[in-house]
């Protein structure tokens, strides 16, 4: 898939692999809208993406909207706003994640407000994005929603519940929507270990070192990206 001049639109992408994922698709000519919840981050985000817009040469383009995705209210506005920056939207990426509360208790011990937070980012705030999305991309038949997601999705991990739950029903949500809106295409890609600030939160006693870096992990996605007529729709992909 080409990804020159494409309007894509990144949650999660004021740190992490949000922002490297940015960061590599502007730097290929991308016009990239990028979403998080913290407005400051997300500026200072900006500013760095812009900046491998303008030294790569290729037209991209950086921009931000400070939305929280689990936000019902939220949804169509950040939408509109994205369409309104770059136009249409051909590719979007699911980054967005919380882990509830820290440490992650057991789930006999989550509150059950927790748990509907977690499952509103992590799975109904994305199911909302795409129904906002997805329709245009169904009208052209083309089009790419990523979700990422975790070997919680498919490894169960005492206290990792909720966040784990919440990834194994974004991977189904991606294989029923592939089922279902064909040729467009639904990918879940399952990152590995990283060296990122959610890791550390959940495992802060992990060596760093063993880590993958998110740019490097970000330059793998933009791989799959340019390759992704080559992928059945649908498919869960593991990158560790």
Not at 29 to 49: E, F, I, Q, T, Y
């Amino acid at each position: 898939m080409e990804i020159r001049n494409k309007g894509v639109l990144v949650t999660g992408a004021s740190r992490g692999l949000g922002l490297e994922l940015a960061r590599a698709l502007v730097r290929e000519g991308a016009r990239v809208v990028m979403v998080a919840r913290n407005a400051r981050d997300l500026d200072d985000a900006v500013r760095v993406v812009k900046d491998d817009a303008a030294s790569s040469g290729r037209g991209g383009e950086a921009h931000g909207l400070a939305f929280d995705v689990g936000d019902k209210e939220a949804v169509h506005r950040i939408a509109g706003a994205a369409a309104a920056l770059v136009g249409e939207i051909e590719i979007v990426v699911h980054a967005a994640s919380t882990l509830g509360p820290l440490p992650m208790p057991l789930l006999l011990d989550t509150e059950c407000e927790d748990f509907e937070r977690v499952l509103a980012v992590n799975l109904v705030g994305p199911f909302r994005l795409t129904k906002a999305l997805a329709g245009p991309m169904v009208l052209r038949q083309r089009g790419l929603v990523l979700f990422i997601s975790s070997d919680a999705a498919v490894s169960a991990y005492a206290g990792w519940g909720s966040y784990g739950i919440s990834k194994a029903a974004q991977d189904h949500l991606a294989r029923s929507l592939a089922a279902e809106l064909d040729p467009v295409r639904f990918l879940a890609i399952d990152p590995g270990e990283m060296d990122t600030t959610m890791h550390a939160d959940a495992m802060p006693e992990a060596d760093r070192s063993t880590l993958a870096r998110p740019a490097d992990v970000a330059a793998k996605i933009v791989a799959i990206i340019q390759t992704v007529e080559s992928i059945p729709n649908g498919s869960r992909l593991g990158l560790s």
